[in-house]
């Protein structure tokens, strides 16, 4: 086990890079470019909540799957914005090469897995890899269109792409998506879309968790993580690792309960777990939290606050093996980001190794042991090395 779980960890790690890939499009408040880790959380959330669309053979999970892959191959191939002049064949040979590579750093099942499913995207034949792509053109039109203070030159490509680019395609597609950015545009239709727009509030308001800065930095030292893309890479964990739950669970349900469980952070903000919190302050939090939970999820329409105000509910009581697993596999990751970047948070917070056992080890062999058996055995070479053993 010791070698396949090394290799799934070098794949995880490695995934990490894509959070430097930054893309044209701009974050909704327009602060700054979007990058492609996050993108791929946006467009999981995108497909989740407008899983009413999809043709009813879609499949919806793996269409979350193949989100959470899209984007990989951009680590070594880049991102190339659909207005640039490049040399498309050019670019689809250095996918196809980033693809074999970065799938391959997986034990082989699950890497000829993962890469059929990117393939299966690329290839855009299936009905789960059709609705997946039209998500994946919708996004970034919605995110510019709802900007706070899109740049002109953008809108002028959303305008191209929607008159005879790619997301033209979409008019027969997905036509209530079309024709609302087409209305954005100041071409107004006349097709009902309400079904779609009483859905893109909480998806423009849980965008901001792309804002929501946490105490962990990113693997390479460069900034520290947010909360959308820690998600991302969150989903990335709790599939990858997914075999070794204590009890069965539900893989798609815990991909799901990860890619809500930091939304609250919009209004509520980050808790670091080596913050020290009086009883009164955590109250206080989980109070603000609660409150957060109202208001986004009660964005959506009744049956789907109900269903996804439901798995984040379960996620906080950590009570099912979904949950605890969830959990469990939720402090793993900022564990190896900080080994990676040399200490990060721990130095932030002076810790020690005790106290990673009793704030993170308890909590992840709860749902995963060995998976806390490999991190420990890791990390603690660090510790000792820095005098906190």
Same mark, same amino acid.
């Given at each position: 086990?010791?070698?396949?779980?090394? %290799?799934?960890?070098?794949f995880?790690?490695?995934? =990490?890079?894509?959070?430097?890939?930054?893309?044209?499009?701009? /974050?909704?408040?327009?602060?700054?470019?979007?990058?492609?880790?996050?993108?791929?959380?946006?467009?999981?959330?995108?497909?989740?909540?407008?899983?009413?669309?999809? %043709?009813?053979?879609?499949?919806?999970?793996?269409?979350i799957?193949?989100?959470?892959?899209?984007?990989?191959?951009?680590?070594?191939a880049?991102?190339?914005?659909?207005? !640039?002049?490049?040399?498309?064949?050019?670019?689809?040979?250095?996918?196809?090469?980033?693809?074999?590579? +970065?799938?391959?750093?997986?034990?082989?099942?699950q890497? $000829?897995?993962?890469?059929t499913?990117?393939?299966?995207?690329?290839?855009?034949?299936?009905?789960?890899?059709?609705? %997946?792509?039209?998500?994946?053109?919708?996004?970034?039109?919605?995110?510019? +269109?709802?900007?706070?203070?899109?740049?002109p030159?953008?809108?002028?490509?959303?305008?191209? #792409?929607?008159f005879?680019?790619?997301? &033209?395609?979409?008019?027969?597609?997905?036509?209530? @998506?079309?024709?609302? %950015?087409?209305?954005?545009?100041?071409?107004?239709?006349?097709?009902? *879309?309400?079904?779609?727009?009483?859905?893109?509030?909480?998806? #423009? @308001?849980?965008? &901001?968790?792309?804002?929501?800065?946490?105490?962990?930095?990113?693997? !390479?030292?460069?900034?520290?993580?947010?909360?959308?893309?820690?998600?991302?890479? /969150?989903?990335?964990?709790?599939?990858?690792?997914?075999?070794?739950? *204590?009890?069965?669970?539900?893989?798609?349900?815990? /991909?799901?309960?990860?890619?809500?469980? !930091? /939304?609250?952070?919009?209004?509520?903000?980050?808790?670091?777990?080596?913050?020290?919190?009086?009883?009164?302050?955590? &109250?206080?939090?989980?109070?603000?939290?609660?409150?957060?939970?109202?208001? +986004?999820?009660?964005?959506?329409?009744?049956?789907?606050?109900?269903?996804?105000?439901?798995?984040?509910?379960?996620?906080?009581?950590?009570?099912?093996?979904?949950? *605890?697993?969830?959990?469990s596999?939720?402090?793993?990751?900022?564990? +190896?980001? $900080?080994?990676?970047?040399?200490?990060?948070?721990?130095?932030?917070? !002076?810790?020690?190794?005790?106290?990673?056992d009793?704030?993170?080890? *308890?909590?992840?062999?709860?749902?995963?042991?060995a998976?806390? =058996?490999?991190?420990?055995?890791?990390?603690?070479?660090?510790?000792?090395? #820095?005098?906190?053993?």
């Amino acid at each position: 086990m010791s070698d396949r779980i090394r %290799a799934q960890f070098a794949f995880l790690l490695e995934a =990490d890079r894509l959070r430097g890939i930054e893309r044209q499009n701009l /974050i909704l408040d327009c602060s700054r470019r979007e990058n492609s880790a996050e993108h791929s959380w946006h467009l999981a959330l995108y497909a989740l909540v407008l899983a009413p669309f999809a %043709a009813p053979e879609v499949e919806i999970s793996r269409v979350i799957q193949m989100l959470l892959l899209h984007d990989l191959v951009e680590i070594d191939a880049g991102d190339h914005p659909i207005s !640039d002049d490049v040399d498309w064949g050019a670019v689809e040979q250095a996918e196809k090469a980033a693809a074999k590579r +970065l799938f391959g750093l997986l034990p082989e099942d699950q890497g $000829n897995a993962l890469h059929t499913l990117w393939h299966e995207f690329e290839q855009a034949e299936s009905a789960d890899a059709r609705f %997946a792509k039209q998500l994946d053109h919708c996004q970034p039109i919605f995110q510019t +269109l709802y900007g706070a203070d899109p740049v002109p030159e953008h809108i002028e490509v959303v305008r191209g #792409n929607l008159f005879g680019g790619r997301a &033209a395609a979409l008019k027969e597609t997905f036509p209530q @998506a079309y024709d609302h %950015a087409v209305d954005l545009l100041g071409h107004a239709r006349d097709r009902d *879309v309400s079904e779609l727009t009483i859905r893109l509030p909480f998806l #423009n @308001a849980a965008e &901001a968790l792309k804002t929501i800065v946490r105490a962990t930095w990113l693997g !390479d030292g460069s900034r520290a993580e947010n909360s959308a893309e820690h998600s991302w890479h /969150i989903m990335l964990y709790g599939w990858i690792l997914g075999e070794y739950a *204590v009890q069965p669970i539900d893989t798609t349900r815990v /991909i799901n309960m990860l890619l809500l469980h !930091d /939304i609250v952070e919009v209004d509520a903000g980050d808790t670091p777990i080596h913050g020290a919190l009086s009883p009164e302050a955590l &109250a206080e939090q989980e109070a603000l939290e609660q409150a957060a939970a109202d208001r +986004l999820f009660g964005l959506l329409p009744k049956s789907q606050d109900i269903e996804f105000r439901g798995l984040w509910d379960e996620f906080e009581s950590a009570e099912t093996a979904d949950a *605890v697993f969830a959990k469990s596999i939720d402090r793993v990751q900022p564990v +190896l980001l $900080n080994l990676l970047n040399g200490g990060g948070s721990w130095l932030d917070y !002076d810790v020690s190794l005790a106290q990673l056992d009793s704030r993170v080890g *308890v909590k992840v062999t709860r749902g995963a042991p060995a998976v806390w =058996d490999h991190v420990r055995a890791e990390v603690t070479p660090w510790f000792e090395e #820095n005098g906190r053993a």
